[in-house]
């Protein structure tokens, strides 16, 4: 069915979970009414600046704040030492074996990276902290920089005790992969160079920390603000019980914000120190040189086929960076990209390893998707390249390879397990919605015309949802309902689909429902929304809750539902895997090597979908970022370790006339992953696009012997590929 369609009668009919409904959170957003961090300044309140290295890599010699301390209005100068004594950030332990970074949360002996912090200023106002923080004067003795994965791999040890600049590690075998390869009729090869990405969300990052009375409340934009709570906790060495965090409406996160900064716990600290209110906003430039980015990861893989076109051995290595400091899910986008091969495919015999290393830029961790779409890249072009080899049809290619529906649940050969899902079947509906056979004869013809013009397939899994969350639902006067949820929103529409949960389920309008969260005061622990988990498992913590609540009001017989409440933790029994396929037809202007998608037919598997306009949203939301690492995005470090592109002049991000139509339609799949039956959508868009995108580009460059290209496919590169094989040499 295509998202957001279902008649208004239907809603009074069928209840609200499903529906199509507007969401009552953009009311004050767009009226200009929203609130957020940056907003925020309580009474008394003092204001923070960092001072930060210029430095790619050196050994602190002097650091002098003479000069920033005499000013007036100045409060409060923070440096390494002074903070020495905290623990280091912690890191979230999915790879086995991961190195700790033990990373200063201010710098001491050693900077690591350009805009690493080394100072924090307070001062009465925001201009007097910036002048102070630009006072500082840093001499560093500069040592050579890394700043690529090829270059940690063989340099020197970057990191004080470390032998090599291997942070970790991880091998999934199954099979003799060697042998199914030697034996296999064709062997394919992909290499896929991932450009580093910045977030860029709307917001830049800010924090409002007050440490009034010897307890703290920060005002944290952050995707998991209970961790974050427990984080500070630990970190500052306080009990949790006196950290409150809040999560004001947030701009943006994609990621970048699951994680404390070094940042957030300078300034809180200052704040306990000063006991009041400091206040940080983060310009553009220190988001760009210092919050986490995304991708970055080196790919190469082969695949061997039988003769009759089927997929024997997968071998993979796959090397991603870290920057100089670890995020807390800072192995996350390695451990995805591995466990997620071979993807919708079957294949007996794998051997893959990820591999993530330190290099002298800013920490490099989860983005979305992290790590879901550089294992769509690695199978997609895998398929491609073996059906070049095959003399088959790519969409063929797929057919013959794809888990069966009643092969479910599948078993993957690193360990996974497929609930769910008809992946030959969304492979199918997508080539009937776009006529794949009119769209090959239409190629063809365009192609004898002189026209540079390829069709992108990519047929993808993702996984969406484990662990727990919880839901409290109270009675309010008037009939009403308090949710309160366990996770967080950064923009995904929680307020409405969450409510549309708990009034579906209790059978009430959904007008009567009243959602909140992301306040570690008011609302129950829980993890957050990172990982697609929002609906699958936070909306099933919600759906229990409302059943409970339905009984208790069935049990109470009378109109008295006033104080009544009822509150779940809800914990996955498994993971739900979502999945999808997209269709790319892109050309290639031939004399200015400008790409052009021209159609895009999108048919996604989300399971339960509980409001299709937020989740077109969502589809719509993650396809532009897709299509930003596909063709323009890109952080580049010269080789000295500065960064080239450190504003939003130098970084290029993509506009609505970048944006293609998009032909989107849902075909679910049931799933007993979760008690609401969802699958996760909100990376599915920057799952979709990259693969889909660059197999239409090599299947354009495909006539002129370009077989193999990274990303971003910028004009420059779709230019010199019309023009140049892939030695170089001029055609």
Same mark, same amino acid.
């Given at each position: 069915m295509p998202f957001g369609e279902r008649p208004a009668d239907a809603v009074a009919a069928e209840g609200p979970i499903g529906a199509p409904l507007r969401r009552v959170e953009d009311d004050a957003l767009v009226r200009g009414a929203g609130r957020y961090a940056g907003d925020l300044a309580p009474e008394r309140c003092l204001h923070a600046a960092f001072a930060r290295s210029p430095y790619a890599r050196a050994r602190v010699r002097a650091l002098d704040t003479s000069a920033a301390e005499r000013m007036p209005g100045v409060r409060l100068v923070l440096t390494g030492p002074m903070l020495a004594h905290l623990p280091p950030l912690p890191v979230n332990p999915v790879v086995e074996g991961i190195r700790p970074f033990a990373s200063p949360v201010l710098a001491v002996d050693r900077v690591n990276h350009v805009g690493a912090p080394v100072a924090l200023v307070i001062a009465d106002d925001a201009a007097t902290a910036r002048d102070a923080a630009e006072a500082i004067w840093l001499d560093g003795e500069p040592l050579d920089p890394c700043v690529d994965v090829a270059e940690a791999r063989r340099g020197e040890p970057l990191l004080a005790g470390w032998p090599d600049n291997l942070a970790f590690e991880k091998r999934w075998r199954h099979g003799d992969c060697a042998a199914a390869m030697a034996g296999a009729h064709r062997s394919v090869e992909a290499r896929i160079a991932c450009a580093r990405v910045a977030a860029v969300p709307i917001e830049p990052r800010a924090?409002?920390?007050?440490?009034?009375?010897?307890?703290?409340?920060?005002?944290?934009?952050? #995707?998991?603000?209970?961790?974050a709570r427990a984080h500070l906790a630990q970190l500052?060495?306080?009990?949790?019980?006196?950290?409150?965090?809040?999560?004001?409406?947030?701009?943006?996160?994609?990621?970048?914000?699951?994680?404390?900064y070094p940042e957030d716990v300078a300034v809180a600290f200052a704040a306990l120190r000063l006991g009041q209110p400091v206040r940080w906003v983060a310009t553009r430039n220190e988001d760009f040189i210092a919050a986490s980015h995304g991708r970055g990861g080196e790919?190469?893989?082969?695949?061997?086929?039988?003769? @009759?076109?089927?997929?024997?051995?997968? $071998?993979?290595?796959?090397?991603?960076?870290?920057?100089a400091w670890a995020t807390f899910s800072a192995a996350v986008p390695a451990m995805n990209a591995g466990r997620i091969l071979p993807g919708p495919y079957r294949v007996e015999a794998v051997d893959i390893t990820a591999?993530?290393?330190?290099?002298?830029?800013?920490?490099?961790?989860?983005?979305?998707?992290?790590?879901?779409?550089?294992? $769509?890249?690695?199978? !997609?072009?895998?398929?491609?390249?073996?059906?070049?080899?095959?003399?088959?049809d790519p969409a063929e290619i797929r057919r013959r390879n794809v888990v069966p529906a009643s092969a479910m649940p599948h078993r993957t050969p690193t360990g996974q397990t497929l609930d769910s899902g008809d992946y030959a079947g969304?492979?199918?509906?997508?080539? @009937?919605?776009?006529?794949y056979p009119a769209l090959r004869r239409e190629q063809a013809r365009r192609r004898d015309a002189g026209e540079a013009i390829g069709v992108g397939i990519n047929l993808y899994v993702e996984p969406c949802g484990s662990g727990f969350e919880s839901a409290r639902i109270t009675t309010l006067p008037g009939g009403r309902f308090l949710v309160a949820s366990g996770s967080s929103a950064q923009g995904q529409g929680h307020r409405t689909a969450f409510a549309q949960i708990a009034a579906g389920v209790i059978g009430v309008p959904v007008e009567r429902v009243e959602v909140v969260e992301g306040d570690s005061a008011t609302a129950p622990p829980g993890v957050g929304a990172v990982a697609?988990?929002?609906?699958?498992?936070?909306?099933?913590?919600?759906?229990?809750?409302?059943?409970?609540?339905r009984a208790k009001l069935a049990e109470r017989g009378s109109d008295d539902r006033e104080g009544l409440a009822t509150e779940e933790v809800y914990t996955a029994p498994s993971e739900a895997w979502s999945a999808g396929c997209c269709l790319v037809v892109m050309a290639i202007d031939?004399?200015?090597?400008?790409?052009?998608?021209?159609?895009?037919?999108?048919?996604?598997d989300a399971g339960v979908v509980v409001n299709p306009l937020c989740a @077109?949203?969502?589809?719509?939301?993650?396809?532009?970022?897709?299509?930003?690492?596909?063709?323009? !995005?890109?952080?580049?470090?010269?080789?000295?370790?500065?960064?080239?592109?450190?504003?939003?002049?130098?970084?290029?991000?993509?506009?609505?006339?970048?944006?293609?139509?998009?032909?989107?339609?849902?075909?679910?799949? @049931?799933?007993?992953?979760?008690?609401?039956?969802?699958?996760?959508?909100?990376?599915?868009?920057?799952?979709? $696009?990259?693969?889909?995108? &660059?197999?239409?580009?090599?299947?354009? &460059?495909?006539?002129?012997?370009?077989? #193999?290209?990274? &990303?971003?496919?910028?004009? !420059?590169v779709l230019w010199r590929a019309l023009r140049t094989d892939e030695g170089g040499n001029q055609r």
């Open positions: 924090l409002v920390a007050d440490g009034s009375g010897g307890r703290l409340t920060v005002w944290i934009p952050n #995707q998991s603000p209970h961790r500052l060495g306080l009990p949790v019980e006196s950290v409150r965090t809040i999560a004001p409406d947030v701009g943006g996160a994609f990621g970048s914000r699951a994680s404390v790919l190469r893989a082969q695949a061997g086929f039988d003769a @009759e076109g089927r997929l024997c051995a997968l $071998a993979a290595d796959l090397d991603f960076p870290l920057g591999r993530g290393y330190v290099t002298n830029t800013a920490p490099v961790g989860i983005y979305r998707g992290a790590g879901r779409p550089e294992a $769509a890249l690695v199978m !997609e072009r895998l398929m491609d390249e073996g059906a070049r080899a095959l003399g088959l969304l492979l199918a509906r997508a080539l @009937e919605r776009a006529d697609s988990r929002s609906m699958a498992i936070g909306g099933s913590a919600v759906k229990l809750a409302a059943e409970a609540m031939r004399d200015t090597g400008t790409p052009a998608l021209e159609r895009v037919v999108w048919v996604d @077109e949203g969502q589809l719509t939301g993650g396809f532009a970022q897709g299509l930003g690492t596909a063709l323009m !995005e890109r952080i580049h470090y010269d080789a000295g370790g500065q960064i080239l592109t450190g504003t939003l002049v130098d970084y290029a991000l993509p506009r609505a006339a970048d944006m293609p139509a998009l032909t989107l339609e849902s075909l679910p799949s @049931e799933t007993s992953a979760n008690a609401l039956g969802a699958k996760g959508i909100g990376e599915s868009g920057s799952i979709a $696009a990259p693969a889909a995108i &660059l197999n239409a580009a090599l299947d354009a &460059l495909a006539p002129y012997g370009t077989h #193999q290209l990274g &990303l971003p496919l910028t004009r !420059e």
